[in-house]
């Protein structure tokens, strides 16, 4: 199975900050990567696909780059509503799909 | 609007079982693979299961072959998880998805709310 590892596993920020997560996949994956957000007790949202495509309805300050191992996720312009955990996910070879960690970004 | 409404879930004995359901609205169920996903409390995500859009392949998670089993009805829209032998690691808020691709590689676009099971004695 391919492992995702994301870095860092937590962070904290201030409103208006610019937010960067990484996501390393343990062999390439092409650009077959997708993005997710959760907030607590709710289910995960989709961000990005396909490494860098935006999910329809997702503002602009996110953005997503990379292809093969190594990605990263940034919000450009931390706002109150992005407090939450991220995910990473591979979709390349499966099953199974797998999960980065999660990291959490919290407020400073 | 697109929704993946869950249910079933609760407080189970170790070596138990359980149905979850989820019921699909919005979109054309039957064009769709589908997964579950869950979550053990403070953890992260862990894919479970996955069904082909006509339920002809189906894949599973190493850690719940063999325990359980996923189906649909196309007919009715809705997702099935039959899960046996349950045990105290199974205890998390089951999650469906539903695969963006017809066929071939895709994300999850849709999730449905989650429905919460617990394995206890």
């Known amino acids: 199975a391919i492992r995702m590892t994301q870095s860092p596993s937590s962070l904290s920020a201030s409103t208006g900050d610019r937010v960067t997560i990484t996501c390393r996949a343990s062999q390439g994956i092409s650009s077959y990567l997708a993005w997710y957000q959760q907030k607590p007790g709710k289910a995960p949202k989709l961000l990005i696909y396909?490494?860098?495509t935006l999910q329809s309805g997702v503002p602009s300050r996110f953005s997503g780059s990379g292809s093969g191992t190594d990605f990263t996720l940034t919000i450009s312009c931390l706002q109150s509503e992005d407090f939450a955990t991220y995910y990473c996910?591979?979709?390349?070879?499966?099953?199974?799909?797998?999960f980065g960690q999660g990291t959490k970004v919290e407020i400073k | 609007q697109v929704q993946l409404v869950e249910s079933g879930g609760g407080v189970v004995q170790p070596g138990g079982s359980l149905r979850l359901s989820c019921a699909a609205s919005g979109f054309t169920f039957s064009s769709y693979g589908m997964h579950w996903v869950r979550q053990a409390p403070g953890k992260g995500l862990e894919w479970v299961a996955f069904i082909r859009y006509d339920g002809s392949n189906k894949y599973y998670a190493d850690s719940v072959k063999g325990r359980f089993t996923i189906s649909r009805d196309n007919s009715k829209n809705t997702l099935y998880l039959q899960m046996n032998s349950l045990r105290a690691e199974d205890t998390a808020v089951y999650y469906c998805?539903?695969?963006?691709?017809?066929?071939?590689?895709?994300?999850?676009?849709?999730w449905g709310q989650g429905t919460m099971v617990t394995v206890s004695s």
């Open positions: 996910q591979q979709y390349y070879s499966y099953p199974p799909w797998t």
């Open positions: 396909a490494a860098s």
């Open positions: 998805a539903k695969h963006a691709a017809g066929t071939g590689p895709g994300a999850f676009d849709i």
